[in-house]
């Protein structure tokens, strides 16, 4: 009895095997019966709402079990041209082998083997160059439209489509802009995956591709695409990495009308100039600088941004503020206010081309033709190379062939200063012109900072510089510069100034260095300096010393490179109650840092 039911169970077993084996013998030419050429295209075509033809009937492969299209072509169902909207040279589709032994086609995962879409040329929102007609995707949006409207704030997700969809593979793709002669490489070398189980399920895309020569990748996730793409609100987080740049989204956002987002945000670059230049359809001239990381609560949509509670390093110099981004116009506009407890002003001006150097100005110009900047900018403390400020109050601006860093308020020097450098973008280039206002600012201090002011008192007093030139470095312009400048201080006095030594050598009729006399220091009522400058040489109309006991005067030129050529005066007390004072007559020569002075002998009187 065992051995007959063994038997028997054998004969069953075997029995299976050959129907299972039969059943994969003869799938292939099942499918190839009923899963035949147009029944392929068709339910692709049902699908995305194009048109599908394809170069060659499907092959079918058994295991794993799947249909080979070769010479794929998708175009527009009323494109009387059949212009090609989507390419593939292969797409390879798993199938399911039950569905097709019932004679229906149920895809469950497509590759697409070197693809080519293609979008309209002028298509600033990314649009296909032509637009599918139908669809089950399409139609199961449209449906979704209805349960959007009917709540929109808490659309009933249960009345979704829930078709099952799938994933799509990619593999060498290329996107492009369709061109009457020439199609245009927008994104090459497209890599990755579109995994989408059911209309009602979460999405999600990673992709990579190389766009304007650099490698990019893209991972996008919304947990209800279906409502996002009917015009409703939900999850959604992006992800965008690149050497240039990141940008990274997690929040909420609708993708209907001009669009909107809600989130926290982040963005890094390693130079903020290389971003921009990268991303411009035009590349610009200059090194990358400016290493930017920006983070903070994001809202707002296609047309303007607004990113609160920001955090913002640049350069190292880390701040908080309110940023918001323009985007309506063809330049986009950044603006904010930002506050730092330290920020080197050279470091940060960098990363936006803007500096104290004239040279470097004339980046910031090429930059303002594509972005307009308008910062208001804070710091409890500021350096600015050597310059140290505090309570620091500035703008930085760059537009349209504009560029310029104001700074309206700081501590310096002892007292209040205000400075400005700004170039504008002439037909015969760039002009730069330099401003600094320095209100009861400390003389010594200024002295010690600038040595050819080295005849200014540690006193309280008045500063105003100006100078206007091509812009070039430092040299060029002082060659170059057109301007004045003018100082004012009281009682204080002159450091490294000896007057009793300095009458003495005079006295003995040879010349000597300045350094010679710097011994000791000289009590000054006031100092008051008038001078202009004309290509590159300081006229100095009047500098006047006085003190209890004398009045000394200076006048002559200061050319930015060369010898100094200065005459001076000394009017001692007793002398100035006389009639004709003949003072006391010298000259300054020699180099900025290296002054020397000579006597020169009172001219002879003629008795009467």
Avoid: C
Avoid at 314 to 332: H, K, R, Y
């Amino acid at each position: 009895m065992a051995s007959n039911l063994a038997r028997y169970g054998l004969w069953i077993v075997g029995g299976m095997l050959v129907v299972a084996a039969a059943l994969i013998a003869a799938l292939p030419y099942i499918a190839s019966a009923q899963i035949v050429r147009d029944r392929i295209a068709l339910e692709v075509s049902a699908w995305s709402g194009y048109r599908v033809e394809l170069g060659a009937a499907p092959e079918i492969e058994v295991w794993p079990f799947r249909a080979v299209l070769r010479e794929v072509v998708m175009s527009g169902w009323f494109d009387p041209e059949r212009r090609p909207v989507i390419t593939a040279e292969t797409v390879e589709i798993d199938l399911s082998p039950l569905a097709a032994l019932r004679g229906e086609v149920l895809f469950s995962t497509a590759r697409l083997v070197r693809p080519t879409i293609r979008l309209a040329s002028d298509a600033g929102d990314a649009d296909l160059s032509t637009s599918p007609v139908g669809g089950r995707i399409a139609r199961s949006i449209e449906e979704a439209r209805k349960v959007v409207a009917r709540d929109p704030v808490n659309p009933d997700v249960s009345a979704l489509p829930r078709d099952p969809f799938g994933t799509i593979q990619v593999i060498d793709g290329r996107i492009v802009a369709a061109r009457s002669v020439k199609d245009e490489d927008i994104v090459s070398s497209v890599t990755g995956s579109f995994d989408w189980a059911a209309l009602d399920r979460p999405l999600r895309l990673s992709m990579t591709g190389i766009w304007r020569g650099e490698s990019v990748s893209l991972d996008i996730a919304a947990a209800r695409p279906l409502v996002l793409f009917a015009g409703g609100t939900g999850p959604l987080s992006m992800s965008l990495k690149s050497a240039p740049a990141s940008f990274y989204f997690d929040g909420t956002a609708s993708l209907s009308g001009d669009t909107f987002f809600a989130g926290s945000a982040r963005f890094t670059s390693p130079s903020l100039r290389r971003t921009i230049e990268w991303s411009a359809p035009e590349t610009a001239t200059g090194s990358p600088i400016g290493v930017v990381s920006i983070e903070g609560r994001i809202s707002g949509n296609r047309q303007r941004l607004k990113l609160e509670e920001t955090r913002i390093s640049i350069d190292g110099n880390s701040g908080t503020g309110v940023i918001e981004l323009a985007l309506a116009e063809q330049i986009p506009a950044l603006s904010g206010t930002l506050a730092f407890k330290t920020l080197d002003l050279r470091s940060f001006l960098s990363a936006f081309g803007v500096a104290e150097t004239p040279s470097s100005l004339s980046a910031g110009v090429d930059l303002a033709n594509r972005v307009d900047l308008d910062l208001r900018l804070s710091a409890e403390r500021a350096t600015s190379g050597p310059i140290a400020l505090e309570d620091l109050a500035a703008t930085a601006r760059v537009k349209r062939g504009h560029a310029a860093f104001d700074i309206s308020d700081a501590a310096a020097f002892g007292g209040n200063v205000q400075a400005s450098i700004r170039i504008d973008g002439k037909a015969e280039g760039e002009v730069v012109e330099i401003r600094f206002v320095g209100d009861e600012v400390d003389g010594g201090v200024v002295a010690a900072f600038a040595p050819v002011l080295r005849i200014l008192p540690t006193a309280k007093g008045n500063i105003s510089a100006m100078i206007r030139a091509p812009a070039g470095p430092w040299k060029e312009v002082l060659a170059k510069g057109e301007g004045s400048f003018s100082a004012h201080f009281g009682e204080g006095v002159i450091q490294k100034l000896d007057m009793t030594s300095f009458l003495e050598r005079l006295a003995k009729g040879d010349f000597f260095a300045l350094d010679d006399v710097a011994t000791d220091s000289l009590a000054v009522n006031d100092v008051e300096i008038k001078a202009t400058v004309s290509k590159g040489v300081a006229r100095l109309a009047k500098a006047e010393i006085r003190t209890a006991n004398s009045a000394i005067s200076l006048s002559g030129i200061i050319p930015s490179v060369g010898g100094l050529a200065l005459s001076g005066s000394i009017i001692l007390a007793g002398d100035a109650k006389s009639t004709n004072p003949p003072g006391i007559s010298f000259f300054v020569g020699g180099s900025w840092s290296k002054p020397f002075v000579v006597p020169v002998p009172a001219a002879p009187t003629t008795a009467d």
